[in-house]
Each structure stands twice: as C-alpha cells, then as structure tokens.
C-alpha cells in the first residue's frame, strides 16, 4: 500500500464522521437507505466501481445530500479520476460549507489537474493550518508543485525548508525537496551568467559546475580567472589545489602535486584559518617524507577545528612514523570517538598499540578493523569529498 493509499483510507474514516446513512436519517425511501450502506461498504472495502455505482443511485433519488457527493468525489480521488472529482466536491460544499474537511481533497484535486492558482488558496491554508500531519503533508508536497509550476521558487524553497523541518526522514519529502533546492540554484546560476557575465562569481560557478563534472583542465581556467579578477578571492586557490590532486591521481603527475602544494600554500597566505588547505598541504608532506612540515600543518587545522577528524589521524601517521607512539595514541582516540566506524583509524590504532607493546589492544584494534573493512568492502560505495580521505597505509592484514 503506498503512502497515497494510506492518506485516502486516513481520510476516508475522517469523511465517515458524518456518514451518507446518517445524513439521511430515518428515511422512508428503502431504496436510499440501502444504496447508501452498499456505497459505504463498498467505499470502506475500496470496491470503487460498487461504491461509485451506489452513490450515484443516492444522488440521482436525492440530490441534496452533500455527504453522498462528497463520497463520490471521495471514489474519484482515490481512481485519479480529479476532473470528475473536483465537481463533486464542490457540489458538496456548496450544499454544506460545514464540511469544511473537504477542502483539502479539492485543493489537491486542482492541483492533480494543473488548476495551480485555483489550488493555491486551499494549499496554503491546509499546509498552514491543518493539525492532521498527514493532510498537511499531502498538501505541502502539492503546494511544492504548485509553487514551482508557477514559476514562484521562492516560494517553493520556503515550503520545502518546512518540509525538511516536519518530516525530516520521509524519503518521498526529501526527494522532492532536493529537486526544488536544485532547481534554485540552477535558477540562480542561470540569472547570474545573463546578469552579471564577466564577474568573478559567474566564472567561479563555471568553474565548479566544470569541476563536478571532472573537466580539470577548464575549472582549473575558470578558476585563474576568478583570481586574475579577484585576486584576494578566499577558497579559490584551495580548489584549484583540489583540482589539481584529483588530476594527479589519474595521472600519478608528481608535477600537479607540486602545483597543487603551491595553490594550497597560496590559500594559507590569504586565510590561515582554512583547516581544508593546511590538511591537504600536511598530507603531501607526509606522503613525501617532510614529517616537520606536516605535523606543523595538521596541528594547524586542528586549532582552528577541532573536531577535524581526518587531521586527527593524519597527525597521528606523521607522529608514528617519527616513532612517537604515546603521543599518536591520544590523536587515533580522539578521531575514534569522533565517528568509531572509521576502519583507518581502528587500523592505525593497531599498530600504535603494537608499537606500543600492547598485544591485547592490538587484537581488539583489528578484530574491530576487520569488521568494519568487510562492511565497508560489502557496501562498495563512492563518494565525494571535500578533503582527502586518509588511507591504510600497506597490505591490509589478514583475520
């Protein structure tokens, strides 16, 4: 049963709340009262054709009875017949604005058939008001469409925001709030190049944009503009340096290794507070043997953040290859109690402790590291970065 199914039964014992047989009260027409608990019956069984056929028959011998239109439109809603419940609903309400539960179902049935502005009013109003979270939530997924179908993105996000806000792990809500965020931006990206063309901050969002997609060599252009226009500009000789790293990894260019050292050494002139260059910086030391310079430069992450796990534990490499186990110790326990599913640090931990003397740790280390390098090998999932990730260092030791 998908989420939409278990709205409309939601609402549907909500509509039962006045049902059509107690509309009609102690009718002396037999054939209006039978009709009327088939329909119900066969709407609560979800017989639609039945419970179509029967509402039909109540209407047609009495018209009036807003509870038997406002279940036909009920029936048409759950068929996604929306051109054929949105007059039946409105025939209801006209006959008895009490019903005032009706409301939602129609605003979400114009929406259903691109009746945006006239959607809108009862969107909003539901999204707003309505304490039934599952109406609201129904309601705000179509105020998305509609907000986004008549181009008020602002609108959009700030709906999709709330959205995050009320149900943060639904996955159906976080798609569509992802695809509202994206078309903003792209929105955004779109204004800025036809505004503003030659500007720093257009060839900056080329040059991302030429990054993403793996174009080194044009983000790395676009990205010397932005400084040929904006030479203090923070952040852009990190991500030249960033391009350049992810280059030499294809390539093994010792050559773009280097440059990419001078972009990050360059970013630690202008912004000494950007831990993500004084990392990157630190571990292109270590990888080539300048344990000074490294260990200087991890320590000076770690000052301005803390909590910077990765620098943790590249630290911890430089001290153990100058052979200072005690002090490496502390740096593995504060990255493990950073994030404990980390199989680097359970495996640079091993060693510390064998280094250490310690054979009883050096079991447990690897005992855990084995776990989670099996999970880790199971799942097989990439993602990007933004700075990059420590590595074991060797083979990795067998059970």
Not at 260 to 285: K, M
Request: aromatic content about 8%; hydrophobic content about 35%; some cysteine.
């Amino acid at each position: 049963m998908t989420y939409f199914d278990k709205f409309m039964l939601r609402l549907g014992v909500m509509l039962f709340c006045l049902p059509v047989i107690q509309a009609i009260g102690q009718s002396s027409n037999d054939a209006l009262q039978r009709y009327a608990e088939e329909g119900q019956r066969a709407l609560t069984e979800g017989r639609y054709d039945v419970a179509e056929r029967d509402y039909k028959q109540v209407i047609q011998i009495n018209p009036q009875i807003a509870e038997a239109h406002a279940s036909l439109g009920l029936v048409y809603f759950q068929q996604r017949r929306f051109e054929l419940a949105v007059p039946e609903l409105r025939q209801a309400l006209k006959i008895k604005p009490s019903l005032q539960k009706l409301n939602s179902l129609l605003a979400m049935s114009l929406s259903e058939l691109g009746e945006y502005k006239e959607a809108l009013p009862g969107l909003e109003k539901e999204f707003h008001q309505s304490t039934d979270l599952n109406t609201r939530r129904m309601c705000g997924l179509q105020l998305e469409r509609a907000y986004t179908a008549l181009q008020r993105n602002g609108q959009a996000v700030q709906t999709a925001l709330e959205m995050d806000r009320f149900y943060p792990n639904d996955p159906e809500v976080l798609y569509h709030s992802e695809k509202i965020y994206g078309n903003a931006a792209y929105l955004a990206i779109q204004k800025l190049v036809k505004e503003a063309p030659d500007s720093a901050w257009s060839h900056l969002a080329a040059a991302e944009a030429f990054e993403s997609q793996g174009e080194a060599d044009r983000a790395i252009a676009e990205y010397r503009t932005v400084l040929s226009l904006d030479p203090p500009h923070r952040g852009v000789h990190y991500r030249i340096g960033r391009t350049l790293l992810a280059r030499s990894r294809k390539s093994s260019s010792a050559k773009d290794t280097s440059e990419a050292l001078s972009e990050f050494q360059q970013e630690l002139e202008l912004d000494p507070s950007n831990g993500n260059a004084a990392y990157e910086a630190a571990d292109i030391y270590r990888n080539t043997g300048k344990t000074e310079e490294a260990r200087k430069l991890f320590g000076s992450a770690l000052t301005y953040y803390p909590n910077f796990e990765e620098a943790y534990l590249g630290l911890a490499a430089v001290l153990m290859e100058e052979q200072q186990p005690e002090r490496a110790l502390p740096e593995l326990q504060k990255a493990i109690a950073l994030n404990t599913t980390n199989e680097v640090a359970w495996y640079r931990l091993a060693q510390v402790q064998k280094m250490l003397g310690n054979s009883v740790e050096v079991k447990k280390a690897l005992t855990e590291f084995q776990r989670l390098h099996q999970q880790t090998a199971n799942k097989n999932v990439a993602s990007p970065d933004e700075v990059t990730k420590q590595e074991i260092d060797g083979n990795v030791p067998q059970p």
